[in-house]
């Protein structure tokens, strides 16, 4: 499949679809887009875990809205939520095999959500960094269904349609995919409680403090740092262990928060934190956390990640 590339802003109306408007046109075609746009950027998201690539599908859904005859769509916004989805499904395979290759563990790229914190769905679900990383291990067609039934509530009728499978079969994708969420994850804290505990660790990864920080951690606390190749500075594989994370993050303290300026912000529906040196953005991190204290660090080190939340605003 051929995608033309989008260089609009992440989740913006096609710069195409806003001209027309701008201009006056009334053309239903123009209007229907701009209105779904939100629910498609989300489910394409959600199925890739990449705002570059989800962008890259709707624009490419745009462009076959545009060529299609209008007059016999019964529904727009079924049509187009289904092309997309199955734009998704058959992306997903080239986008699984790259980052089979790609160096270092592999994270979502972040989405700002302080304007829309479901971003375009029903419910906020399947948005977290830690979910998200979860939904890589689903089949397409499980992380479609998943997605269209926890996130945007469709019926198990319309996420056959779109799928083209039985009723009966999706599901038990979605609860498949239900069962693998709850056997990867710990209950989540609140977002108040996750807020608290991304400041604590902050906090002492700055002093170096290794008390503070093993006292954060669960036992089994796992650290991923994202730099895809290209940051140096990125671990190129997940440390684990309280003990591990903990001597990791200290051993790095002295040198890497030198010149370092702290911007809260909320990316995926929770806190987040962007490191800044020098007025550019050099990482993103937040945690995954339950009752027991911080299970996952997640550290977005790889610039092209963090080129479209570097504008985002304070918490």
Known sequence: MTIAMAEEPIS?????????????????????????????????????????????????????????????????????????????INFSQSAHSRRETYVGPWLPEPVDTSSDPALGAERGEALGLA????????????RASYVLREAFDYSYRQIADIIQMEEANTRQLVSR??????????????????????????????????????????????????????????????VSGRDHVAKFITSFASHFWTGITLRWIETNGQASVLLSRDGIPVALATVDASVEGIHQIMWILRPSKLAAISQTGRL
């Open 12 to 88: 913006e109306t096609p710069l195409s679809v806003r001209r027309g408007l701008e201009d006056g046109e009334h053309d239903d075609g123009l209007l229907v887009f701009a209105e779904v746009r939100p629910r498609l950027f989300g489910i394409a998201y959600r199925m890739l875990g990449s705002a570059a690539e989800a962008e890259d599908i709707v624009q490419d859904v745009w462009l076959r809205w545009q060529a299609t005859d209008r007059n016999i769509v019964e529904s727009p916004s079924a049509f187009l939520a289904t092309t997309t989805t199955r734009m998704c």
């Open 131 to 142: 979910i998200l990383l979860l939904l890589e291990k689903l089949s397409p067609t499980e």
């Open 177 to 238: 995919a239900r069962k693998h969420i709850a056997d990867g994850r710990r209950t989540p804290v609140s977002s108040e409680e996750q807020r608290r505990l991304l400041e604590a660790f902050i906090g002492a990864a700055q002093k170096g403090d290794l008390a503070t920080l093993e006292g954060l951690f669960v036992e089994d606390v796992v650290s991923y740092s994202d730099g895809g190749g290209i940051v140096r500075t990125a671990a190129r594989a997940p």
